[in-house]
């Protein structure tokens, strides 16, 4: 069963944060990603498929995120019926 989460990441003076940097993310992948930059900061908005609980995600993502100078965290989508 796939899942479906967006992953917000933000970066104040980590590496860079593109669609390559996102290249490795684990346990998760990209479908879509929407990305915003000023002077000092970027973000992005990622919609991710995955197929582990939310809470499991979230424990390989920060560790991860983390290491790059990252700040993470995910919310799941809720599938329309």
């Given at each position: 069963?796939?899942?479906?989460?967006?992953?917000?990441?933000?970066?104040?003076?980590?590496?860079?944060?593109?669609?390559?940097?996102?290249?490795?993310?684990?346990?998760?992948?990209?479908?879509?990603?929407?990305?915003?930059?000023?002077?000092?900061?970027?973000?992005?908005?990622?919609t991710?498929?995955?197929?582990?609980?939310?809470?499991e995600?979230?424990?390989?993502?920060?560790?991860?995120?983390?290491?790059?100078?990252?700040?993470?965290?995910?919310?799941?989508?809720?599938?329309?019926?």
């Amino acid at each position: 069963m796939h899942r479906r989460s967006i992953a917000v990441i933000l970066s104040t003076g980590g590496a860079e944060l593109d669609l390559p940097a996102l290249g490795d993310l684990p346990a998760a992948r990209v479908v879509k990603a929407e990305f915003a930059r000023s002077e000092h900061a970027a973000c992005v908005a990622a919609t991710l498929e995955h197929q582990c609980p939310l809470a499991e995600l979230l424990t390989v993502l920060r560790p991860w995120a983390a290491g790059r100078g990252w700040s993470v965290t995910v919310a799941p989508v809720k599938s329309r019926e």
